[in-house]
């Protein structure tokens, strides 16, 4: 455990910007259809021993036992090394598992139906691509956003990507920590960090690379000196990001 | 609304037996993928026309918003008619949509866990394939199983069908009403129903067919002249069936 690390008994949301400001620095989903074979078990193992303290369980092919069982087991795994768990769409394996939180995309629960299963205490995602869909996930009761898509990437060919611009309206409209995510490499992290995003999410950069918990630390690297040479997160209590956000939890 | 239907601020698990003896005399599960273009609104007012009482919900296809929307709208329809709607595997539509229960399968939440989040009022079925997969099964809180398959069917292929001497073990080892599902039709329903069943679950035989209705009530008079035969459901509080589980909803 690291010194920064959120201790599992200490998961929740009412504290979970005070215990690590950087939670949401580097936020890994593991995909097993991008993992070349490994398992979510391997991916969340690598890419927390690489820095992340944020894992998400998609699994659009298991079935609910199958997610339960995984999703248990990958608890173990993420609290462990301080991190927080997250469960893609599925509300009800995230109340199976205890997990810490649940994302959820357009196509599926409300926020606002999810955070009355789920109550007060656990973390609620929500994807956003526009502006509207920020502000009403916000008053949905949502903790976090995930924008995107922020570029094109060959995984998600169903929309236009919102670039640099429609990050940076959607970080501006909103309190709560925006994680940017699709199409982020090395070379564009600085970019999206100034547009205002708490951190980035991504899949197969981290989980289909042949060394992942390299790939994570790379891109955490990353993000952390694009922050830093804004100033950002230089200790807590002290924070010269411009966002309510960002102050809160950046 | 017909007289032996249930309300819909009547329906729950501790009432149901009461209000409606023959609520699973037929059981349908819309299923688009064999509903021939028609949707699941449709299918299940047409079953419902045709006399069954219990609609499930079955969709792998769609988003978890798909589900919640399609189950609110089916709700309606299902109650209007005085049925009941069952979820299949997801207990997060089941929440959301303030269904009247789930179905889970064996690889889908185990159902102590779905009996936790669902709480005592709603029904929880399982799919069941052996005397030990019953008799787990009731302990574990369910209201019902559906036992499964009976004879070979085209759209279940995994397992070897569990005949009819299958069927009788499972009625004979619980208390909990059996629904007999997989491969039924007009000429082997006598026998499924001699062999201990509380009804018929049915998916292609009605959702398939080219008039619904027809079908349905095609087999909902045949399972009746079989329990009729037998001197069972001859009236509220008079049950000649030899099952306490018949006894109790038979």
Chains 1, 2 share one sequence.
């Not at 990353?222 to 990001?241: D, H, I, L, T, Y």
């Amino acid at each position: 455990m690291n010194g920064n690390a959120l201790n599992g008994s200490e998961l929740n949301r009412s504290n979970l910007g005070g215990l690590d400001r950087g939670i949401w620095d580097l936020y890994v989903v593991t995909d097993r259809k991008l993992a070349c074979g490994r398992s979510h078990e391997e991916v969340a193992a690598a890419a927390l021993a690489g820095g992340s303290r944020v894992i998400q369980l998609r699994d659009k092919e298991m079935t609910t036992r199958e997610l339960i069982d995984t999703g248990l087991r990958l608890k173990e795994i993420v609290h462990e090394a301080g991190g927080i768990l997250i469960i893609n769409d599925r509300v009800d394996v995230a109340l199976a598992v205890d997990a810490d939180g649940v994302h959820l995309g357009q196509d599926d629960m409300p926020a606002a139906l999810a955070r009355r299963m789920l109550g007060r205490e656990k973390i609620i995602g929500v994807s956003v691509s526009s502006e509207g869909e920020a502000l009403a996930a916000e008053l949905d009761g949502a903790d976090y956003l995930g924008a995107s898509a922020i570029f094109a990437t060959p995984t998600k060919t169903d929309a236009a990507p919102i670039g640099l611009d429609g990050l940076r309206k959607i970080c501006d409209s909103v309190r709560i920590p925006v994680v940017a995510i699709g199409g982020i490499n090395k070379g564009n992290i600085e970019q999206v960090i100034k547009a205002g995003a708490a951190g980035i999410a991504v899949v197969s950069a981290v989980v289909s690379a042949p060394d992942i918990g390299a790939a994570a630390r790379e891109l955490l690297q990353e993000v952390r000196r694009a922050k830093a040479s804004m100033g950002r997160c230089a200790a807590p209590g002290a924070n010269a990001g411009t966002r309510a956000g960002a102050q809160r939890w950046g």
